[in-house]
Each structure stands twice: as C-alpha cells, then as structure tokens.
Antibody, heavy 122, light 106 residues
C-alpha cells in the first residue's frame, strides 16, 4: 500500500526553525517527486516546492525560496523540509504529497500524507 | 489565478453538483487537477489532466473543460461527498490552487 507518513505536530516560537519529515512506503522511493503543500487553518492550499528524492534537487516557490530547504534520505525513504525564521503566519498544516508521474514531475499529486500541524506562537 | 465558484453549494442527495474553476490564463495542456478534502482530512486526488479519474474514484465524479474554464461534475450527490473541492493548475510553475468550493447536503 502506497503511503506517506508525516511527523507529529509541533509548536515553535517566532524566529525558530522546524524540520518536518515525510516517510514513504509501498513504492520505489527514488522514482517519484515529493511536493510540500501547506494550508493555513480555514484557508486554501499553497504549493511550497518539490524535491526529486533521487539526487535531492529541489524547486521552491519564490515565496519560500529564502526560508525553506527540502532534503531526502534514500536509506530511510524519507523527505524532510526545513522551514526557518518562523512567523505566526506560518501556523498551518503542512502536507507532503507524491507526484503522480514516475521518473519526472508533472505537478499533479496522487498520494498525500496525513499532514503535520505547526503552530508558531510566543 | 484560479477562481472557483460557487463558494458553497447546497444540494439534496441524488442531485447533480456542478463546480466551476476559471483560470486567469489558459492552462497548458489541460494540466488541471481536482481534489476533495473532507473535514479534518488530507486532500484526496479525484481528477488529473482535466478529465482523468484517479484510481478508485467513483464514476459519478467527472471533469471537463479546457483553456481557462473547467468543470467538476458530481452526477448524483451522496452524503459522503460533503467536502471542500479544490482545483489546481500544474501547467506552469508555481502550481496554484483555487480557493475551494464547499459542497453541503440539504
């Protein structure tokens, strides 16, 4: 069964960093891009970027270019996203999602993780 | 920019639901997806490439359209279809989502 399992909820103070994880199972990890999408409570979905787990190359939305780093670990089949300089407006649920296209990216997302709630509060 | 309408759709079971997604620019190659998000859950893929149903999605869900205008149709609404539905374009980076249409049961 194809599955993405994300790390648990976290609470951070403004200015801190958070590292989120997304562990895959049920498919060949290195053959599908992973995307990160966030959702501020009560609002819509926002694409943050994507990573090729094979090699680790990443592409970020311009809005997050300076504060986000995505990495991958093929041994543990896990993708990570580091978000720095957190602000209260970063309070959101962060989802990882698999690209539906094998070997390359399309942008259509077929499998989603359960989400990680990150709360930024002093 | 993707604009979805209506904001909320309230229908009775068995009725047809028509959800609209309009793009400010033509979506390349009909690279338009639809997702369903039930309360407290992650989004779930319904449709990609404008009209291709994802694995396991009932055939009462269908997508159509091209260019700037896309439609998600739920042919016979069921109680478990209560959710927010999002469209997403992946024809040009950055991928963007519409603001969502909430479907309710009367």
């Amino acid at each position: 069964q194809v599955q993405l399992v994300q790390s648990g909820a976290d609470v951070k103070t403004p200015g801190a960093s958070v590292k989120l994880s997304c562990q895959s199972s049920g498919y060949t990890f290195t053959t599908y891009y992973i995307h990160w999408v966030r959702q501020v409570p009560g609002q819509g979905l926002e694409w943050m970027g994507m990573i090729n787990p094979s090699g680790g190359s990443a592409n970020y939305a311009q809005k997050f270019q300076d504060r986000v780093t995505m990495t991958s670990d093929t041994l543990t089949r896990t993708v990570f996203m580091d978000v720095r300089s957190l602000e209260s407006q970063d309070t959101a649920v962060y989802y990882c999602a698999r690209d539906q296209q094998r070997w390359t990216f399309s942008g259509a997302l077929d499998i989603w993780g359960q989400g990680t709630m990150v709360t930024v509060s002093s | 920019v993707l604009t979805q309408s209506p904001g909320t759709l309230s229908l009775s079971p068995g009725e047809r639901a028509i959800l609209s997604c309009r793009a400010s620019q033509s979506v390349r190659n009909t690279y338009l997806a639809w997702y369903q998000q039930k309360p407290g859950q992650a989004p779930r893929a319904l449709i990609s490439d404008g009209s291709k149903r994802a694995t396991g999605i009932p055939d009462r869900f269908s997508g159509s359209g091209s260019g700037t205008d896309f439609i998600l149709t739920i042919s016979r609404l069921e109680p478990e279809d209560v959710a927010v539905y999002y469209c997403q374009q992946y024809g040009a980076l950055p991928w963007t989502f519409g603001q969502g249409t909430k479907v309710e049961i009367k």
